[in-house]
């Protein structure tokens, strides 16, 4: 360091500064979590990362670092803060990485994860790599599997022929939640086909009345509770049957409008419907066979796309209607979908969009039952009239509302035998099992002759098998070819029996790496009840909203799962999330496989990673995020410095005097500490560091803006210290030297978060005259920085003055800050 400059040109040796206390707080163990510390603990929690040769880019520094200020603030304030990391490190980046190059994913993923480990100390955040966890590593993925048996031990893993979305390039099977919007696969962008396949099933949907109600007592985003709700979908209906003539099947339709009973004009059934065969008959045979084949290449996100052209296929049977008898034409169409309701669907042309558009395209009859009042038939009107009303042309149901009818159709037909109130979800069984090698064995023995038999919880982890040359693959799972994993006994009868060749959704990972963190290293069981007690729930998760649908439901069904297994007590694993935003390059999310990705280092080679950190806390709100630019990193490198340097002036200053306090100081002080730790408490960083800066301001009139010739004094070096405590959530290590600068031995994050005084914060006030064209009217009492505004306000507030103004039209108002309001009036 340069003591030869002047200390306001000095600049902020941050590459030694960081390196020096990065290797103390590391030897020290300043960040080794303590169950015993007697303190409340404080769980925070960021989604891990997947170790991908992406490496850590400025999206990962966006979501941590700032995090760790909170982190930081909450250790000051008194808590134990437990902050883990680890790495989400199966899955098919690095399957698709080693059909590539032939370097085993083991290798390449242990490669990524020591770089990104060196890359996320850089951040010199408090994570406590003791607790650090590898999803890929078996002491982890035995217990993944342990998971696995548990939900089949409980009923909740089975296995079943089912159409499964496939994506023909991973050749893997993919969940509902993995298929984007435009039915592409999320990893690679192919079009998702559909296949019927034998594959295994978490029965989610067990719990979606809980997953639904569990939202309303959770402090999260809104929109992310919002688009849960709408993927659990829950929807209340009525299951109508319709008898098939000349036969004794029966379909069973779902519906939420019972009241348009009377307008239903035809029937339609899925085309994966296991009626279609046995059904239709021998002249629409072709016909129909033809059109199932090719409904059935689409997925059903596909299907449902709102403007796609309704098609279908009349079967040449008809069904009966329940109430009236009349004889009703069943088609078979791809806009019913065979695993919602009952995959048939009552079809009401003059009520239901839907059907609407089928009946004109195929000239089917439609009937009106539903007007605003009742017997109101809208004449010629386009479309179908969609809302609640009233009944008519519907029997002894006419007059009645919809709300009415819903109802009273229900146990017409409940007496009759032909329906029943029913409820329906949107949310489907979680496809689990996928045809790749790079993930958890599923811990299943095929056997021929008992079945399916659980490996038992002693003989885990089925350790994936290294020895696997070939990953690339051919519709099955790799592990299928490997003789010596395959083979095995069955633990029932001892007789020879298959492995289960599939390997577990690494979102099966992901989904409960939260409740080990606390007992990463624990062998005898997957978690320590009392830990799971003592740390949970999480008090802040931070992470992307991309995983609102994915993997924010699955935790949550995971924890769910847990607490009725009796390991964990409570209902819901997060109390509070928070979406950090997006931080785009070139108007896109980094992402490798765009190049788009930007590294930290070579602006933590130029800046050090307290300005990093700052910039990004500073760029906008947390929760938004924004492009990538370096334009303003020199305005918080300017900060940085100024903080340091206002330190080092006050404490290597020579000469010392007796002070107290400027009132200007104490104010500025105490609004500060309650404005940052407001802010830090509601993620709002870049408000926080303005107030700082603000402040650091205030003190630079206070100590001199040349810094030459700086008297100390103990009220500036208690001042001082206020601002390092202030500062150090944001720029932890700069914050660290000016502390021990100060002549102090420890961490500054040992110290409590300075306590604000709100008769301190208090603006002075000042007496204000209120003057009617030159005449004193009033006084009132105002705080001395008031805004013009406000004077206004407050002098118009009087009630002399509204007396005096009755009537009259105020033409003017002049306010001379901190001592007059003048109105002028006319009339
Ligand atoms: C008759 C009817 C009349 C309907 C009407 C609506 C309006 P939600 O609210 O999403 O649950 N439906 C039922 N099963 C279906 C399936 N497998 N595929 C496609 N559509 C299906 O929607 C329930 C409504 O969606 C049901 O009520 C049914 O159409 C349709 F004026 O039945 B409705
Ligand atoms: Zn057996």
């Known amino acids: ?83 883990p990391m680890g790495f989400d490190s199966f899955g098919l980046p690095a399957e698709n990485y080693a059909i590539k190059t032939g370097i085993h994913p083991a290798i390449s993923t242990a490669n990524n994860i020591r770089f990104m480990r060196e890359q996320l100390k850089k951040i010199g955040a408090m994570y406590d790599w003791d607790y650090e966890v590898v999803t890929s590593s078996p002491d982890y993925y035995k217990w993944t599997q342990w998971w696995f048996l548990l939900m089949y031990k409980r009923g909740l893993a089975y296995q079943k022929d089912a159409l499964v979305n496939w994506c023909p390039n991973c050749q893997t099977v993919l969940a ?26 978490f029965r989610i949907s067990d719990y979606n009345q809980r997953l639904l109600d569990g939202l309303d007592t959770i402090d999260w985003p809104e929109k992310t509770k919002a688009m849960q709700r709408y993927w659990i979908g829950k929807s209340e209906g009525t299951e109508i049957v319709f008898p098939v003539s000349k036969s004794d099947l029966r379909i069973e339709a779902f519906t939420t409008r019972a009241d348009t009973l009377f307008g239903v004009t035809y029937v339609v059934l899925a085309p994966e419907h296991p009626l ?33 052209p309704k098609t279908g296929v009349f079967t040449g049977t008809y069904a009966k209607h329940p109430l009236t008898g009349i004889e009703l034409p069943i088609w078979v169409a791809d806009y019913v979908i065979g695993s919602y309701g009952t995959g048939a669907v009552m079809a009401v042309p003059a009520h239901d969009s839907r059907d609407f558009e089928f009946a004109k395209t195929y000239k089917l009859p439609v009937k009106e039952v539903i007007g605003k009042t009742s017997n109101e038939k809208e ?64 811990p299943m ?110 935790s949550r069904f995971f924890g769910k799962v847990a607490k ?23 108007g896109e999310r980094m992402s490798k496989s765009k190049g788009n990705t930007v590294a930290p280092e070579p602006v933590l080679e130029r800046v050090g990673s307290d300005v990093l950190r700052c910039y990004l806390m500073f760029s906008g709100d947390y929760t938004e995020g924004g492009e990538w630019t370096e334009g303003g990193i020199t305005g918080i490198e300017r900060f940085i ?32 500490i309650e404005a940052v730790g407001h802010d830090l408490q509601a993620f709002s960083f870049n408000t926080q560091l303005a107030r700082l800066m603000e402040l650091t301001n205030t003190l630079y009139g206070w100590v001199g803006s040349d810094l030459k010739g700086v008297k100390s004094s103990p009220a500036k070096v208690q001042v001082i210290e206020m601002l390092i405590k ?39 006030t000042v007496t204000i005259a209120v003057q009617i064209n030159g005449k004193l009217r009033d006084t009132f009492e105002a705080p001395a920085d008031a805004a013009n505004q406000e004077l206004e306000q407050s002098a118009l507030g009087l009630e002399k003055v509204k007396a005096q103004l009755e009537g009259k039209q105020l033409a003017k108002v002049i306010v001379v800050p901190g001592k007059i309001v003048n109105l002028v009036v006319k009339g």
């Open 1 to 83: 360091m340069t003591d030869k400059k002047p200390i306001s040109e000095q600049p902020y040796p941050f590459a030694e500064i960081e390196a020096k206390w990065q290797t103390w707080w590391a030897e020290r163990g300043t960040y080794k979590f303590n169950w015993n510390s007697g303190k409340p603990k404080h769980y925070v929690l960021t989604m891990f990362s997947y170790p991908s040769g992406d490496k850590l880019h400025m999206g990962h520094w966006y979501c941590y670092a700032p995090t760790d200020s909170y982190a930081r603030f909450k250790r000051m304030q008194g808590h134990e803060v437990f902050e």
């Open 564 to 586: 009725d297994a009796g390991w964990f007590p409570y209902e819901e694993p997060f109390t509070r999330l928070i979406h950090q935003g997006i931080i785009l390059s070139g």
């Open 176 to 201: 509902n939640e993995q298929v984007g919007a435009d039915n592409l696969c999320e990893r690679c962008d192919t079009m998702v086909e559909r296949r019927k396949m034998r594959q295994w099933f």
């Open 379 to 442: 004449e010629d009107k386009e479309g179908a009239f969609t809302n609640y009303g009233v009944m008519f042309d519907s029997g002894e149901f006419s007059g009645m509302t919809s709300e009415e009818g819903i109802r009273a159709v229900g146990r017409k037909l409940e007496t009759l035998g032909l329906g029943k109130p029913t409820v329906t979800w949107h949310l489907r069984d979680w496809t689990v099992s996928r045809q790749r090698y790079w993930g958890a064995p599923i």
């Open 641 to 672: 410095a100024r903080v340091w340097r206002l330190g080092m002036a006050v404490c290597t200053s020579t000469e010392t005097t007796e002070e107290t306090i400027p009132r200007d100081v104490e104010q500025r002080l105490h609004k500060t």
């Open 726 to 764: 202030l500062v150090a959530p944001s720029a932890p290590h700069l914050a660290e030297e000016l502390w021990s600068r100060f002549g102090h031995g420890g961490t500054v994050f040992d110290e409590a978060w300075p306590e604000y005084d709100a008769e301190k914060a208090k603006s002075d």
């Open 445 to 554: 023995v095929h056997c021929p002759k008992c079945g399916i038999v659980p490996v038992p919880e002693s003989e885990l982890p089925v350790l994936l098998p290294e020895d696997v040359t070939e990953y690339k693959p051919k519709g099955k799972s790799p592990l299928a070819s490997v003789e010596s994993f395959i083979r095995t006994t069955c633990p029932n009868c001892n007789g020879p029996a298959e492995r289960d060749p599939d390997t577990m959704d690494t979102f099966v990972c992901s989904s409960w790496y939260y409740l080990r963190y606390p007992d990463a290293r624990l062998d005898s069981a997957p978690f320590d009840r009392e830990h799971l007690k003592e740390l949970f729930p999480v008090h802040q998760y931070v992470g992307g909203p991309e995983h609102a649908m994915g993997h924010l439901i699955y």
């Open 276 to 308: 279609v065969k046995g059904i239709t008959t021998a002249e629409q045979r072709g016909a129909v066979e033809e059109y199932v084949k090719k409904a059935l290449s689409l997925s059903e996100v596909d299907r449902q796309v709102v403007d796609r």
